[in-house]
């Protein structure tokens, strides 16, 4: 595909002229509030100003770095395809349209439009249309995800200098908003209560796309057996701002579960389980501990979305979290004082809002550059004064730069009680560079997708590392449940698939909410994945907890109880590298006991992976057993951890099955080269929590390997997902990543 990369030299204002912007039929203005996921096209209107436009000279759109784009892929080559881009104007001159459609989620610039062939006079209008669809184009899906206050900068080049001079009416704002009609319902409550105690109840009501719906009302019913406090029917009130709080509920022993009905819309929510067991050593509390609310140095552009204080609120107030930390680029853009400021007011925000025992803060940034991508995260409310100058050393863009800045890294971990997290992101993190001081745990689940091969590495060259989820969160909703958002791993696709925008959690077994509590467990790797469900996971070995390192004479003895959000499909005992035991499950609560009679002489290690029917996934931390006795080496005939199934179930009628996978050909053809996959088979809709996908299978001849596709159904025009595998654990690297090699155990 004709793909280009903009490049433009700007300039401060005043340049001449006026912009204005508007959505599908709605009048232009200098600001546009859009729906979140509304099929439509964009219009730009520049009218030139007292100086004309000279040809060679032009008119300039841009944004903030990694900001909005009007769509995923904005392209001018192919007016038959998505993200078609055109420009015209009322006056003599022909136009020549640039548009940066080669990586438009990590660049500024979003078009150009160059003057050519005669001037263009006071007066003259240049329109662009972004998702036009007058020559065939489907058009496109607003993004999918709140912004507010999301600058467009707009420039001209008056006397074809090249230089594009910011007019006074620049930026024009475009606002992404929710619809207030409610599609859906979170409703959440703690997952571990004890005996006497009295907790709350929240119900949050969300648009079609997963957004909060600040303006829904609707009359709701509710239905809680055995537990007091709750009404059993409640208004939601459009001034409540899509939420309602109920305080002081208790919950009877066992599992409890709430159940939201909303019979106006038809719609049903269920609340994770809450668990109320006796003699209960250690609370679940969930938390996010890497988000960014924006995308890198975006600190010169602050919204009311990319606040940091807005976004330590929401956490608590809307998602229930209980604890979280917002993280910044370390990723010199705009200078020291920059980023010294951003610095602090990520510390006062999370000073502001940390409150023992109701919600624990901390604060962070994130590392890029040599050895790959990791967080440091602080134990306290303000860090020791330190200058982020200090932090590059004679570095001049990323602080990380070689093996001795990675060093650098871990000391200044090490004598600030500071802890560094591992996670794949843009560049995975290289796990030859490590120190156990300091880096305790990877990221198993992100908004990027399921990264299990990226534990499996770490475990593999002997770390001792737990497993978290986090968000990676670029969309201002941390803790809230996956859902099609930002552009996926798949940038070798014409047109890029649907990240998750946000989701993943971090599990912490823990006996209080405090930070010396948490601080504790994740040292001692009291912590477990998911992808988004609150599920409750206890997994042991001879009575020890996951995280554990244990010594044993003879075969280990394994436990598991998984409260699942949803029934569990399964539990998955992995060994070291191989897949040692299924357990198939047929409701939402599945327990193991399990002898591991082949357990090998020496270390291993050991960890549990639990799926549910809707989609979603829980790791364990690992537990390391060294066995004293046994067996001499592993069983290399049972099948590896990330094996595909040898049969797969096909769930859907043939008709229906085939309606989806001509569905998804004919989008292939359109968008890409729909060669590249052969034997598609769409097997089963999935109910997930980001909306009814279906899921297919399929072989990508490019890689050679099998994938799987969900194709969301609830959206007014194709959101796709691709991932490798025939599950969604995570089982390959990212196909472009180019520091990775394809895991291949030793046989």
Same mark, same amino acid.
């Given at each position: ?13 005043? *340049? ?12 232009? #203005?200098? !600001? ?28 300039? %759109? ?20 998505? *993200? ?121 009501? @969300? ?5 909060? &719906? ?13 537990? !007091? ?23 009877? $022993? ?10 106006? +819309? ?115 409310? @303000? ?7 200090? %932090?590059?050393?004679? /570095? ?30 843009? /560049? ?12 305790? !745990? ?28 986090? !968000? ?14 930002? #552009? ?16 993943? %959690?971090?599990?912490?077994?823990? $006996? ?12 001692? +790797? ?168 279906? %899921? ?41 990543? &180019? ?9």
């Amino acid at each position: 595909m004709n793909y280009e990369e903009v490049t433009i030299t700007t300039a401060p204002g005043p *340049g001449a002229g006026q912009a204005r912007i508007g959505f599908e039929r709605q009048p232009l #203005g200098r !600001s546009v509030d859009v729906v979140a996921g509304r099929l439509g096209a964009w219009k730009v209107e520049f009218t030139v100003g007292q100086d004309g436009i000279a040809v060679g000279g032009g008119v300039a %759109l841009w944004g903030a770095y990694s900001g909005f784009r009007f769509d995923v892929r904005p392209q001018a080559a192919f007016p038959e395809r998505r *993200g078609f881009v055109t420009a015209s104007t009322t006056g003599r001159a022909q136009l020549e349209l640039h548009v940066n459609s080669r990586d438009p989620g990590h660049t500024c610039p979003i078009a150009t439009v160059l003057v050519r062939g005669a001037p263009l006079l006071e007066g003259d209008v240049i329109a662009l249309r972004f998702n036009d669809r007058s020559q065939g184009s489907p058009g496109g899906l607003a993004f999918l995800s709140v912004m507010l206050g999301v600058p467009i900068y707009v420039g001209v080049d008056a006397d074809g200098s090249g230089i594009f001079v910011e007019i006074a009416d620049s930026p024009l704002t475009v606002n992404v908003v929710a619809d207030q009609r409610p599609a859906g319902y979170l409703v959440l409550a703690p997952s571990t209560v004890s005996a006497g105690e009295v907790s709350s109840v929240q119900v949050v009501a @969300l648009d079609a796309c997963g957004n909060l &719906a600040p303006g829904a009302a609707a009359q709701l019913i509710m239905e809680a057996p055995g537990c !007091s406090g709750l009404p059993e029917r409640c208004f939601l009130s459009p001034l409540e701002g899509g939420r309602k709080q109920f305080q002081g509920v208790s919950f009877p $022993p066992g599992v409890s579960r709430i159940r939201v009905l909303d019979q106006e +819309r038809q719609i049903e929510a269920l609340s994770n389980p809450i668990c109320k067991e006796p003699q209960q050593d250690m609370r679940v509390f969930w938390g996010d501990i890497h988000n960014h609310a924006y995308d890198s140095s975006l600190w010169l552009y602050l919204t009311p979305t990319t606040d940091p204080d807005y976004n330590y609120r929401y956490a608590r107030e809307i998602s229930r979290l209980d604890f979280f930390c917002l993280n910044f680029h370390l990723f010199l853009q705009h200078g020291f004082n920059e980023q010294e400021r951003a610095w602090q007011m990520v510390q006062e925000a999370a000073a502001q809002y940390h409150q023992a025992g109701e919600y624990v803060t901390f604060s962070g940034f994130e590392y890029h550059g040599f050895g790959g991508d990791r967080c440091q995260i602080f134990n306290g409310d @303000l860090v020791p004064k330190v200058r982020l100058k200090d %932090l590059y050393g004679s /570095n001049t863009r990323r602080p990380l730069e070689s093996a001795e800045d990675v060093q650098r890294l871990f000391d200044f971990a090490a004598d600030t009680g500071s802890m560094v997290t591992c996670h794949v992101g843009g /560049n995975p993190t290289d796990f030859r560079y490590h120190d156990p001081r300091v880096q305790w !745990s990877v990221e198993v689940a992100s908004m990027h997708g399921n990264f299990e091969f990226f534990a499996q590495q770490a475990l593999q060259k002997g770390l001792r590392v737990g497993f978290h989820g986090s !968000s990676d969160g670029h969309v201002q909703t941390p803790g809230q449940p996956r859902r099609p958002g930002s #552009g996926g791993r798949n940038g070798d696709f014409n047109r890029r698939d649907t990240g998750y925008g946000s989701g993943a %959690l971090m599990a912490v077994l823990a $006996p209080e909410l405090t930070r010396t509590a948490l601080w504790e467990a994740f040292r001692a +790797r009291r912590t477990y994945a998911t992808t988004g469900a609150r599920i409750v996971l206890d997994f042991r070995a001879n009575g020890q907890l996951m995280g554990q390192e244990i010594t044993s004479d003879r075969p280990p003895v394994f436990t598991a109880d998984v409260v699942g959000t949803v029934p569990i499909e399964r539990l998955e005992l992995i060994r070291n590298d191989r897949l040692i035991l299924t357990e198939y499950g047929d409701s939402d609560r599945v327990s193991l006991e399990f002898t591991d009679e082949t357990c090998p002489r020496g270390d291993n290690y050991y960890y549990l992976r639990v799926s549910q029917v809707d989609g979603e996934f829980a790791w364990s931390s690992p537990i390391w057993v060294r066995r004293t006795g046994g067996p001499a080496g592993s069983d290399l005939s049972l099948p590896l951890w990330n094996a595909d199934d040898l049969e797969v179930r096909t769930e859907l009628p043939p008709r229906e099955a085939q309606r989806y996978e001509q569905r998804l050909l004919d989008y292939l053809h359109s968008e890409e080269d729909a060669t590249r996959w052969e034997s598609l088979q769409a097997v089963r809709l999935v109910p997930s929590p980001m909306g009814r996908y279906v %899921l297919l299978l399929a072989y990508d001849r490019k890689h050679q390997k099998t994938v799987h596709f969900k194709l969301f159904l609830d959206y007014g025009d194709i959101v796709l997902r691709m991932d490798l595998g025939w599950r969604d654990f995570g089982q390959y690297p990212n196909p472009t990543a &180019a520091a990775f090699v394809d895991y291949q155990p030793e046989e």
